[in-house]
């Protein structure tokens, strides 16, 4: 019968390579949260279904909650924390303050991901578009329309800084 | 808050074989692909205590190869990958409709079509239009390696044909050219949702009769279904409304929905009737 056991496995973390401890089951919300000290990561559902604990996983959108940590080794992981670079927020983050985008704020780093996601896939979605890319991230608060003028605002500021 | 992880384990092994070694010594021991449905029963209490082998990281188990005879998608291929693939959208659509309309992005991009099939849910979107393509399973052990038909491989609820110590590998879909396909999901809310009904159809018309026919339910049993019965009512007919008439009546014959939080057996079998009804008669 297997006991209690952790593992050590190393990962790029917002840039930084680190080694970190943990079971090879435990969430990687829990890691994250813990052990490397993100709390940038929200806890919503813990069962996929709201996107709180969204991070981008080898480039890719993924629910940290779902992801055991065995999944993180020689991984690259992008929390919220590291989507600015420094004191410069990025233009998802700029466009959702600047359209009221975010209320609690529980839902808005899982969105602020997702938001990114798609705009690097589709740098030029339709509003079609945004609302199918963040069909997985429930927010309790804004009524979503404000969220989806944040994405749509922000894809005009990376337009218009790409031009 | 995370449950306690006493008594489990998740181990990664290195290739296949170590894979499939590891799966033989511990007859208790399961498989683990993306984790969207293990972590949630994890979370949830509901999982039993034991060895997981991690299959996450096995590239034998991805990718898409074609062949004259058929197209195999490794069991690992994620909704994603799915969507992605041209040669499924072009030949079997109805797979990639039933990857789009399960979970959101961040599921797609973990969630596995082996997974879905291996964790058996009767709500499972991809697996109806699977027995519309008439699927076959490729299931490895150490022993070796065995093709099912998909049709012969859930048993009852939650039951399947997997012997102890053996996986699913691929996915092989027959090539096929003149049908005409369906699909429809209906479920609380467009995107995200557990299914209530989930409808896969294909049709393969000779002048104004059917030469052949196939029709897939999920949600309506204890397993996904085919409808054979409905099948064979039509096969060899023109399709009018006494055609269609004896087709649901057909189905409602073959089907055993149940009441459940996100449904009602009576309202199921509605729906799965009209679905039938629609496909009919889009394909006249
Ligand atoms: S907390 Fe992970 S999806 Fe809700
Ligand atoms: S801002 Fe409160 S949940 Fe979205």
Same mark, same amino acid.
């Given at each position: 019968?297997?006991?209690?056991?952790?593992?050590?496995?190393?990962?790029?973390?917002?840039?930084?390579?680190?080694?970190?401890?943990?079971?090879?089951?435990?969430?990687?919300?829990?890691?994250?949260?813990?052990?490397?000290?993100?709390?940038?990561?929200?806890?919503?559902?813990?069962?996929?279904?709201?996107?709180?604990?969204?991070?981008?996983?080898?480039?890719?959108? !993924?629910?940290?909650?779902?992801?055991?940590?065995?999944?993180?080794?020689?991984?690259?992981?992008? @929390?919220?924390?590291?989507?600015?670079?420094?004191?410069?927020?990025?233009?998802?983050?700029?466009?959702?303050?600047?359209?009221?985008?975010?209320?609690?704020?529980?839902?808005?780093?899982?969105?602020?991901?997702?938001?990114?996601?798609?705009?690097?896939?589709?740098?030029?979605?339709?509003?079609?578009?945004?609302?199918?890319?963040?069909?997985?991230?429930?927010?309790?608060?804004?009524?979503?329309?404000?969220?989806?003028?944040?994405?749509?605002?922000?894809?005009?500021?990376?337009?218009?800084?790409?031009? | 808050?995370? @449950?306690?992880?006493?008594?489990?384990?998740?181990?990664?092994?290195?290739?296949?074989?170590?894979?499939?070694?590891?799966?033989?010594?511990?007859?208790?021991? #399961?498989?683990?692909?993306?984790?969207?449905?293990?972590?949630?029963?994890?979370?949830?209490?509901?999982?039993?205590?034991?060895?997981?082998?991690?299959?996450?990281?096995?590239?034998?188990?991805?990718?898409?190869?074609?062949?004259?005879?058929?197209?195999?998608?490794?069991?690992? @291929?994620?909704?994603?990958?799915?969507?992605? !693939?041209?040669?499924?959208?072009?030949?079997?659509?109805?797979?990639?409709?039933?990857?789009?309309?399960?979970?959101?992005?961040?599921?797609?991009?973990?969630?596995?079509?082996?997974?879905? =099939?291996?964790?058996?849910?009767?709500?499972?979107? @991809?697996?109806?239009?699977?027995?519309?393509?008439?699927?076959?399973?490729?299931?490895?052990?150490?022993?070796?390696?065995?093709?099912?038909?998909?049709?012969?491989?859930?048993?009852?609820?939650?039951?399947?044909?997997?012997?102890?110590?053996?996986?699913?590998?691929? =996915?092989?879909?027959?090539?096929?050219?003149?049908?005409?396909?369906?699909?429809?999901?209906?479920?609380?809310?467009?995107?995200?949702?557990?299914?209530?009904?989930?409808?896969?159809?294909?049709?393969?018309?000779?002048?104004?009769?059917?030469?052949?026919?196939?029709?897939?339910?999920?949600?309506?049993?204890?397993?996904?279904?085919?409808?054979?019965? !409905?099948?064979?009512?039509? #096969?060899?007919?023109?399709?009018?409304?006494?055609?269609?008439?004896?087709?649901? #009546?057909?189905?409602?014959?073959?089907?055993?929905? =149940?009441?459940?939080?996100?449904?009602?057996?009576?309202?199921?079998?509605?729906?799965?009737?009209?679905?039938?009804?629609?496909?009919?008669?889009?394909?006249?």
């Amino acid at each position: 019968m297997p006991d209690r056991r952790s593992v050590r496995l190393t990962c790029t973390l917002n840039g930084r390579r680190l080694s970190l401890d943990a079971h090879p089951m435990a969430r990687l919300l829990d890691v994250l949260r813990q052990q490397a000290g993100l709390t940038g990561t929200k806890e919503g559902c813990g069962e996929g279904e709201c996107g709180a604990c969204s991070v981008l996983l080898n480039g890719r959108l !993924a629910n940290s909650c779902l992801t055991p940590f065995a999944h993180a080794d020689r991984a690259t992981i992008v @929390t919220i924390e590291g989507i600015a670079s420094g004191d410069d927020l990025h233009a998802v983050q700029e466009a959702f303050l600047e359209c009221g985008g975010a209320q609690c704020g529980i839902c808005t780093p899982g969105i602020v991901l997702a938001a990114v996601d798609l705009l690097e896939r589709t740098p030029h979605p339709t509003e079609h578009d945004v609302r199918a890319a963040l069909a997985g991230n429930l927010c309790r608060c804004t009524g979503y329309m404000r969220i989806f003028d944040s994405v749509l605002e922000a894809c005009r500021r990376l337009s218009a800084s790409r031009a | 808050m995370s @449950t306690s992880l006493d008594g489990f384990d998740l181990v990664t092994p290195a290739s296949l074989e170590e894979a499939l070694g590891l799966l033989a010594s511990d007859p208790a021991a #399961r498989p683990f692909a993306g984790g969207t449905d293990l972590m949630v029963q994890l979370e949830a209490g509901r999982l039993r205590a034991g060895r997981y082998v991690n299959l996450w990281d096995l590239a034998e188990l991805r990718g898409i190869t074609e062949s004259p005879e058929s197209v195999a998608v490794g069991a690992l @291929t994620t909704y994603t990958d799915i969507r992605n !693939a041209d040669v499924l959208a072009r030949e079997y659509p109805l797979l990639v409709r039933a990857a789009e309309e399960t979970g959101g992005t961040a599921t797609q991009n973990r969630g596995t079509i082996g997974g879905n =099939i291996a964790n058996a849910s009767p709500a499972a979107d @991809t697996p109806p239009a699977l027995l519309v393509y008439d699927a076959e399973l490729e299931l490895r052990s150490t022993a070796g390696t065995r093709r099912v038909p998909y049709t012969a491989f859930h048993t009852a609820y939650k039951q399947m044909i997997l012997a102890p110590g053996e996986i699913i590998s691929r =996915i092989r879909l027959p090539r096929r050219t003149g049908w005409l396909d369906y699909y429809r999901k209906v479920g609380p809310r467009r995107a995200q949702a557990i299914s209530k009904v989930c409808f896969a159809g294909s049709i393969a018309m000779s002048g104004d009769t059917v030469a052949d026919v196939r029709i897939a339910l999920g949600s309506v049993a204890p397993f996904v279904v085919r409808a054979v019965q !409905a099948e064979s009512v039509l #096969r060899g007919k023109s399709i009018n409304d006494e055609a269609i008439a004896a087709a649901e #009546r057909a189905l409602r014959s073959e089907v055993a929905p =149940i009441d459940d939080l996100r449904s009602t057996a009576e309202y199921r079998l509605r729906v799965a009737s009209n679905l039938l009804r629609e496909f009919l008669s889009h394909s006249q």
